[in-house]
């Protein structure tokens, strides 16, 4: 490939077998729309938007154009103290399209910073209203909070935990994951077996105590570890054990927000309220990192006590409300209302299962999971190689078949864009076929 890749040894690669990667590298310089332009000019369909992010495709121009006019008019401005209008502005249009009662937002710059606030968050809620002594903070398995240490200690993902497992958080526990593909094989949507693994948070309430429990985090549907819909009735049942104990309920819409699930938020298609929701990814289309917290208005209201020149909440980083993001985020909001791009994802979602699921028969294949626009495909572990499979269909696509997939071990994940063209999806569908068809 050309000069880019003489250099490639200085860049230490987030999330990748950096050697294995350096052999043969897959470098991107340019997007548009639904593709990919490669170092060497070859286009590449983009079956994951991104990084679960973009999913008004890339390089859209209007977010182009009101991060271009941003940094020119207001590059940065602390928000300590003094802010800009333009957080002020996607502050209100967030919260806007919110659940009701969710009237506050607090600025992050990444779904890892927007989880270890939101657990900081719930911390001192509980310390603000006499309780104190709720610290213990609960995750469920499989889960993923980003890499930070206070997302890495709720998350459940081994390999994440592994290295650093003298070093998490202390007083964190998990309920069980839901993954249950003895019985909820090729669910198309929520699986109906497993409501009854919420009962394992009223385990951990008679274990710790449920009056030192401050918060329970989870992924409406889990994302990064291979895409779990939760059960039917799960979800309503943890609101009700939260709500029996007096703990708070997180989620993490980092990927379900904006319209992954076709609505602004997935607690408004699961139809169950949380306390905290996090967010990033679909707030700015991934054109600039940013995150946020929202809270409903009894969690902010337990902060607005005391003097009113204090600080309530010690917390907060150097570009928390940075105006590009911020910028980008008022664009990125303009353009899913404009284009009525939640109406979009809602359309697409039935192509997107059946394509999806014609890989039931496939001789690799042990499980099809899916809700909203988001799907994975489990293959068998090779014998002796788990994930290789999954590897070499990431990259035979890659090579073979113009087209950017992600692989979770064997588990290939899909976040196709909430503006999709059908035809599109259903080429790129057919070109994996083709690469699982291929390999052993
Ligand atoms: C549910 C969830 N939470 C948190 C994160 C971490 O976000 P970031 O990588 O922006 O820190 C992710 C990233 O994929 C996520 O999916």
């Known amino acids: 490939m050309s000069a880019a890749t003489d250099h490639l040894d200085a860049y230490w690669m987030p999330f990748t077998a950096n050697r294995d990667f350096k052999k043969k590298p897959r470098i991107i310089k340019a997007a548009s729309g639904h593709h990919y332009t490669a170092n060497d000019g070859t286009r590449l369909y983009d079956t994951f938007s991104g990084l679960w992010t973009s999913g008004l495709g890339h390089c859209h121009p209007k977010i182009v154009a009101a991060v271009q006019a941003q940094v020119a008019e207001l590059d940065y401005c602390m928000t300590f103290q003094v802010t800009n209008d333009k957080a002020v502005a996607l502050a209100e249009r ?57 997302g890495m200690s709720v998350g459940g993902i081994a390999p994440n935990r592994k290295a650093f497992s003298a070093c998490l958080l202390p007083g964190v526990d998990h309920i069980r994951h839901t993954l249950d593909i003895g019985q909820n094989a090729f669910s198309r949507g929520l699986p109906q077996h497993g409501a009854n693994l919420a009962e394992d948070l009223v385990r951990l309430c008679t274990l710790h105590g449920s009056s030192n429990i401050a918060a329970v985090i989870v992924e409406p549907v889990a994302g990064s570890t291979g895409v779990l819909p939760p059960p039917v009735g799960y979800l309503e049942r943890l609101r009700e054990i939260c709500d029996a104990h007096g703990i708070l309920l997180i989620f993490d819409e980092v990927i379900t927000a904006f319209g992954r699930l076709a609505k602004p938020f997935g607690a408004q298609r699961l139809g169950v309220l949380p306390d905290i929701i996090t967010i990033a990814k679909g707030l700015t289309n991934g054109v600039i990192p940013m995150g946020a917290v929202l809270v409903r208005d009894s969690v902010y209201d337990a902060f607005m006590q005391g003097p009113e020149s204090m600080i309530e909440l010690f917390h907060g980083y150097t570009y928390s409300g940075h105006p590009v993001a911020a910028a980008a985020g008022l664009a990125t909001m303009d353009v899913y209302e404009e284009e009525g791009t939640f109406e979009q994802a809602a359309s697409l979602e039935q192509h997107f299962e059946d394509l999806l699921h014609s890989f039931s028969d496939h001789k690799h294949v042990i499980d099809v999971r899916n809700f909203g626009l988001m799907g994975a495909i489990e293959m068998a572990p090779r014998k002796g190689a788990p994930g290789a499979r999954g590897s070499e269909a990431h990259k035979k696509c890659f090579w073979d078949e113009n087209l950017v997939i992600r692989n979770g071990m064997d588990t290939l994940q899909f976040s196709p864009f909430l503006n999709s063209d059908p035809d599109e999806m259903q080429q790129s569908f057919a070109a994996i076929r083709r690469v699982l068809d291929s390999i052993e």
């Open 94 to 150: 967030v919260v806007g399209m919110a659940p009701e009662g969710f009237s506050h937002c607090f600025f992050t710059n990444s779904g890892s910073e927007s989880v270890d606030t939101a657990l900081k968050i719930a911390l001192g809620y509980h310390g603000a209203r006499g309780e104190g002594n709720r610290t213990r903070l609960i995750g469920r398995e499989r889960g993923y909070h980003g890499v930070n240490f206070g």
